[in-house]
């Protein structure tokens, strides 16, 4: 029986009925199939009802893992949800494969070392979401990376959090707090797939003049004279980057008052256009 894929999203107001009807449209998908795994990401007031979001994908699709997160925004089904209310449900019949859930967590006492993940050795390939502020993902990829040659590991980082600060993560219909949850797949061809990415190019600029989502000035110089500059004094390669990239993006520092910006800092958005008559 070949895999199978199904997917949902819902920004209906009620958590329970919008994560019935987004588990609904992924189970109709899986055109019978049982589900096998599904990944859950819930967003506003799912997020904050999550133990009702997660009861009704549970009870529309009896899933035989759940692993999933809090996330700023989520998007399926060809649709995105950047703000508000949302919850994405994705689901997968595996056909021979199989989907292993587990949590992860570092241990408190050395703040090092971790438990719960499973040896990925020999799988087709890994989900990985972790809380940022207290599980290490980046140390567990690269102590991974040379006992698991060849096996992709995919995911990110949950960027959205419960009312008590803590970061939420999912797994069989609970809400953990803490770690990282995941699935281990095995018998299944897992190919992965990254999004555009993204490169720093010219100095920083401080925005010093805008109305809502239009920037005017850009250290006190019309935005467009500005980011001309910026291009014209671009070395070769920067030059070259540009021109390839089909679109310029803008990063926007997410935390201020920073002594100095890494690449991590940054929240990328495209710009829509530019006007020269107004700058």
């Known amino acids: 029986m070949p895999v199978r ?12 009925t919008g994560a019935e009807q987004a588990a609904a449209a992924a189970l109709d998908r899986l055109a019978g199939a049982v589900c096998d795994i599904c990944v859950v990401f819930a967003s506003g007031e799912y997020l904050a ?23 700023q925004g989520v998007l399926g089904d060809g649709r995105e ?12 019949s595996l056909g021979a494969g199989t989907a292993t859930a587990f ?10 070392t ?4 499973p040896d990925l050795a020999g799988a087709g390939g890994a989900i990985l979401l972790a809380d940022p502020l207290t599980f290490p993902a980046d140390a567990v990829l690269h102590a991974l990376a040379p006992r698991v040659p060849g096996v992709p590991v995919l995911g990110g ?24 949850v995941g699935v281990r797949f095995d018998g299944v061809d ?40 910026v291009a014209a004094s671009l070395d070769d390669d920067g030059q070259r980057l540009l021109e390839r990239s089909g679109g ?18 940054f929240l990328v958005r495209p710009l829509i256009g530019a006007d020269p008559r107004t700058g």
């Open 5 to 16: 894929i199904g997917t949902g999203l819902s920004s209906a107001p009620d958590p329970g």
């Open 49 to 71: 009802d999550a133990e009702s979001t997660l009861s009704a994908v549970e009870d529309g699709l009896r899933p035989s893992q759940l692993v999933g997160c809090g996330a």
């Open 81 to 92: 949800i950047e703000h508000g209310n949302g919850v994405s449900v994705w689901a997968a």
């Open 103 to 112: 949590h992860a967590a570092v241990d408190e006492a050395d703040g090092r």
């Open 114 to 117: 971790v438990t719960g993940v």
């Open 157 to 180: 980082l949950a960027s959205a959090g419960l009312d008590d600060g803590s970061t939420a993560l999912f797994m069989d219909g609970h809400v953990v707090r803490g770690g990282a």
């Open 190 to 229: 897992v190919v992965p797939c990254v999004s555009q990415g993204a490169a720093p190019l010219g100095p920083e600029l401080t925005i010093t003049a805008a109305e809502g989502n239009v920037i005017l000035e850009l250290a006190g110089r019309p935005a467009y004279e500005r980011l001309q500059e």
């Open 248 to 265: 310029v993006l803008i990063g926007l520092v997410v935390e201020s008052n920073k002594p100095e910006y890494v690449a991590g800092d």
